[in-house]
């Protein structure tokens, strides 16, 4: 797939689901990816968190940062939408989602949404979120194509098991889990990636870098140990080096294992065809 305008919100109204860690992480660089490898604009609406400027080297995209309470966000929704080029709306929690979500709606906007995140981690409140911004969502435009981020996933071969509030009771115990899924329209049924929690993505941060810039770069680490002990370089330079080796080999692993997983997903998802 490859398209020159995907336009993409993320969105969950409960705080703390790692919002701007999905925009940033998988959302930007799969535009990115898909979009011609042109820079994302990525927007985050938030009076309150400026979450995405912890990201500040990365090149994948250019952040600003727009007030929920401006009296013009229907027009500068508008505004945003008839530029030129990839777009990701970050979206805050709380009031911040139903005002941008009426504002989406008001505006027309949320008809020229290619898809819509939603993050979403283990508890019950979250999936009960979930299947809320999920039904407004789909009663303002039937349409719209959902993606929902099952978030810190602590292993991916049993993610079933941690996120039962999101697949329903899958040890048959408790039947009175209500699962997202079970609220759901069959198409959608489907729609969803893991996201593994792993060290690389706060270190990542500490670098102002996305996962995906890091693996890009494909620096040999180990040449440049081996001169720096050649060189007799001080042990601070030789632990710096040793630990970039461990966030290059650790960022190529979460590419291979989870972010291109992720990005094959959406393209199957945005083309209506089967996961296979």
Same mark, same amino acid.
């Given at each position: 797939?490859?398209?020159? !305008? ?5 969105i ?5 689901v ?25 927007? $985050? ?6 979450d ?74 979250d999936?009960?979120?979930?299947s809320f ?9 039937? !349409? ?11 292993n991916l071969?049993y993610?079933?098991?941690q ?25 959608d ?36 140990? $081996? ?17 970039? !080796? ?31």
């Amino acid at each position: 797939m490859r398209e020159k !305008n995907l336009k993409v919100a993320v969105i969950s109204s409960k705080g703390g689901v790692g919002k701007s860690t999905v925009s940033m992480q998988l959302v930007v660089p799969f535009l990115f990816e898909r979009c011609g490898k042109n820079i994302v604009r990525h927007y $985050e609406f938030d009076d309150e968190n400026n979450d995405s400027s912890s990201f500040g080297a990365s090149v994948l995209s250019v952040r600003e940062q727009v007030s929920v309470s401006s009296p013009l966000l229907r027009e500068e929704l508008a505004e945003i939408f008839a530029k030129d080029g990839a777009l990701c709306l970050d979206i805050g929690a709380n009031k911040t989602t139903m005002t941008l979500i009426d504002a989406l709606s008001d505006s027309g906007m949320i008809n020229f949404l290619d898809f819509v995140v939603i993050p979403i981690l283990d508890g019950e409140q979250d999936a009960i979120n979930a299947s809320f911004i999920y039904s407004v969502l789909k009663g303002y435009n039937g !349409n719209l194509k959902f993606i929902f981020v099952l978030n810190r996933v602590k292993n991916l071969e049993y993610a079933h098991y941690q996120f039962e509030n999101y697949f329903g009771d899958s040890r048959g115990i408790f039947k009175n889990i209500n699962a997202v899924v079970d609220n759901l329209f069959e198409e959608d049924k489907d729609n969803y990636l893991l996201m593994l929690d792993d060290e690389i993505i706060k270190y990542s941060r500490r670098f102002g870098l996305t996962i995906y810039e890091i693996e890009q770069q494909k620096k040999d680490f180990i040449k440049a140990l $081996e001169s720096s002990f050649t060189n007799l370089s001080t042990k601070e330079e030789i632990k710096l080096l040793s630990f970039k !080796n461990y966030i290059s080999k650790s960022a190529k692993i979460y590419m291979n294992d989870v972010l291109l997983v992720a990005f094959k997903k959406i393209d199957t998802i945005l083309e209506g065809k089967s996961y296979e």
